[in-house]
Structure formats: C-alpha cells, structure tokens
C-alpha cells in the first residue's frame, strides 16, 4: 500500500514525458499556407555577392573584425564572409543609382548649374555609400538588440513554464524540446531549437547544448539562467526550486521595467512634438517667409530647395529614426 503513490506518480511522469515526445501534426490547411508562404532572408543576395567577389573581400575583413559575434548573437543565418561581401557590393549598388538620380533631378527640375550637380552628386554618392555600410554593419546588432529584448520581455514566462516542467520531473532535454516546439513560440524558443539541435543532430551532452547556447544568446539575464542551470545539473541540485526562484526574481524585476519605460515613453512622446511637428513647422514659416520678402537661402541654396529637401528628405528621415529609437524602448508585454 505504500507503494502504490510512488507508482502512481511514476505513470504521471512517463505520460508527462510521452507526451512532450509527441510532435503534433499539422493540417492540410496549415501545411498549404506554410508552402504557399515566401521565404524572405538574406541567403540569395549574400550568396550574389559572395560568388561576384570570391576570395577578393579578405581585404575588407580587418575592417568588420567585430561583426562575426554580432551575426551569431542577432540570429541571422548568414556567413561573415558572405555577409561582407554583401555589404561591399550592396552599398555600390545603392550609391550609383541615388547619386544619377539626385543629379538628374537638380539639374532637369531645379535648374541648377553643372558644376554644383556634379558636385552634389559626388557628395549624395559618398553620403549615400557610407550610409549603406553603416546601415549593413548596424543591421546585426539592431537585429541582436531586438533579440535580447525580446528574450528579457518574455523571460518570466520562460522561466515560469521551465519551471514547471522541472517541477513534474521532466528532464532539462525535454524541457528544451518542449519550448522548442511552443505554439505560438516564445522568443526563447529558437534559442532552445539550437540546444536540441547540438544534442540530437551533433551528439552533445545537455551541458556542452548549454554552454554553446549561452555564449551564443545576446541576453546577459538568459545567460545567468543557464550558466546557474549547469551549475544545478553538474552539483545535482533541485533544478525545479532555482528556476522557481529566478521566475520570482525576473517578475520583480519585471514590473519595475514596465514602470521605467512608460516613464520613458512619455518622455519621448515630448521630444517628439517638440522636435518633428513644432520644430519643423515654425522652420517652413520662416523660410516661407524670407521667399515672400525675397530674401535668401542658407548656405546658397535657395528657400524653395531648402523647403523640398525638408519635406521629401528631412522629415522622412528624422521620423524614421524616431521610430526606432519608440521601437528600442517600447516593451513587448
């Protein structure tokens, strides 16, 4: 008689665990629709550029020595090579077109001299060339930054659902497997996709899964949750309790984040009027203005130049760069 409790919970976790072991099948619908979606990425532009420059972008290396981690931590399945080859033949091939059209257009709708739309067309090429480069190098980490919030956003919820499966006795590689398989998948779900993927496709053992995953993720939090993870799994402590106590933790901390970015959101709510709807506004009257009166422009060019470079340059500009700056410090949950 008093074995039978340790029999009964011994069943509950062999069906615990088959039932994690299940893959659930997609429908018909859903197998079409996921067909009959296109796979956007990088893979065919990179795979150009690598074929055009070959072994001639060992030059550029030195220059983007940092970029190799950034592309592991961002998530982007992309070469560095590959990558640096895109970012040298890309960045030629959005300058020259930008620095023909800037140059057509000053000269056949603004009328301006020759030499100024030679000069302004060098200048708009190399603009528009350092521009891409820095655009291409900055892509990794913005993609890495938006990762890493993501992670911290949802790792409450990651912390609270491991901890229950370790609670039930589920052994830490199928908890990976189980949060690899989540639907709709939380945004730790790809970091556990590589941890099944070192153990079942590469024959790794759930530490050396742990270790890579944690040198790999963007998050500094996730990568104490793992590193204390191998800690328990290499001493044998009570995995359940400390993810227990690190669900706590990180809710704590998760209110006091949420307080900070609303504060930080009406901050930027502020800059925001002040800065693209004041600020350009009274910028148009004045120089609306100076055209009525005849005076002149700023820098040689003319009040009407200067009112087409704001509106159709200036402002897009300006608001795209807001909206990454609301996009950084927005909270996902």
Not at 127 to 141: A, H, N, T
Not at 235 to 254: I, Q, T, V
Not at 288 to 297: I, P
Request: glycine share 6%.
């Amino acid at each position: 008689m008093k074995k039978q409790p340790f029999t009964k919970l011994k069943a509950f976790a062999e069906k615990l665990n088959a039932k994690l072991q299940r893959k659930p099948k997609a429908s018909k619908g859903e197998s079409k629709q996921a067909a009959k979606e296109p796979q956007f990425g990088l893979e065919m532009p990179t795979a150009f550029a690598y074929n055009l420059l070959g072994d001639k972008n060992a030059r550029f290396l030195p220059l983007f020595k940092d970029l190799d981690q950034n592309l592991q931590k961002s998530g982007l399945k992309v070469n560095f090579k590959a990558y640096v080859s895109l970012i040298v033949v890309a960045s030629f091939l959005i300058a020259l077109p930008i620095a023909a059209a800037t140059a057509l257009l000053l000269f056949l709708v603004f009328n301006l001299p020759l030499g100024s739309v030679l000069l302004f067309g060098v200048g708009t090429a190399m603009f528009s060339w350092v521009f891409s480069i820095v655009g291409f190098y900055l892509y990794p980490i913005y993609c890495a930054d938006k990762h890493k919030r993501e992670l911290e956003d949802e790792l409450p919820f990651t912390t609270g659902y491991m901890s229950i499966l370790a609670t039930a006795g589920v052994s830490p590689e199928k908890m990976f497997h189980s949060l690899s398989n989540l639907k709709p998948p939380l945004a730790a779900s790809s970091e556990a996709t590589e941890v099944v993927k070192q153990i079942s496709l590469f024959g790794s053992d759930i530490i050396s899964a742990l270790e890579k995953a944690s040198s790999r993720t963007p998050s500094q939090k996730l990568r104490d949750m793992i590193e204390g993870m191998i800690s328990a799994i290499h001493s044998g402590g009570n995995l359940g309790a400390f993810l227990r106590e690190r669900f706590k933790s990180h809710m704590k901390l998760k209110r006091v984040t949420l307080k900070k970015q609303a504060d930080s959101l009406s901050v930027l709510s502020e800059i925001y009027v002040a800065l693209l709807l004041t600020g350009p506004l009274l910028f148009i009257i004045m120089l609306s203005v100076m055209s009525v009166l005849g005076g002149g422009g700023f820098a040689g060019l003319s009040s009407e130049l200067l009112l087409g470079l704001l509106t159709y340059i200036g402002l897009p500009i300006c608001a795209l760069i807001f909206l990454i700056i609301v996009d950084s410090a927005s909270p996902k949950w």
